[in-house]
């Protein structure tokens, strides 16, 4: 069962950047996809981006496209969400989770949120 815990949220200011972490454990990155999520308060959860297991493909939700960055760190099992630009409609609990796809698939996260795995997340506050 893989395991996955987020790091790095807080409270930051219109504008702001912020660098998110899911460090993953037990199993490797290259069987699966892996995406970012978030839930604000009173609202539905949202995909935000997602990594494919063969990395370099990737998407991001329309909202947060130019501003968030997905990336990871093969060997140390770390996936990333770089966020820039911040602004008051981003503060949310956000969530990494990890759908399992294959070795080396290109597929990217299932529709409706279908993932296997998810971590406890980490609240990220945007406000001055």
């Known amino acids: 069962q893989l395991q996955l815990v987020e790091s790095g949220g807080g409270l930051v200011q219109p504008g702001g950047s912020l660098r998110l972490s899911c460090a993953v454990s037990g199993h490797s990155l290259d069987y699966y996809a892996i995406g970012w999520f978030r839930q604000a308060p009173g609202k539905e959860r949202e995909g935000v981006s997602c990594m494919s297991a063969r990395g370099g493909i990737y998407n991001y939700a329309d909202s947060v496209r130019g501003r968030f960055t997905i990336s990871r760190d093969h060997d140390k099992r770390m996936v990333y969400l770089q966020m820039t630009s911040l602004q008051p409609e981003d503060t949310a609990v956000y969530y990494c989770?990890?759908?399992?796809?294959?070795?080396?698939?290109?597929?990217?996260?299932?529709?409706?949120?279908?993932?296997?795995?998810w971590g406890k997340g980490t609240l990220v506050t945007v406000s001055s």
């Open positions: 989770a990890a759908a399992y796809t294959g070795w080396g698939s290109t597929r990217l996260c299932p529709q409706n949120d279908d993932m296997d795995s």
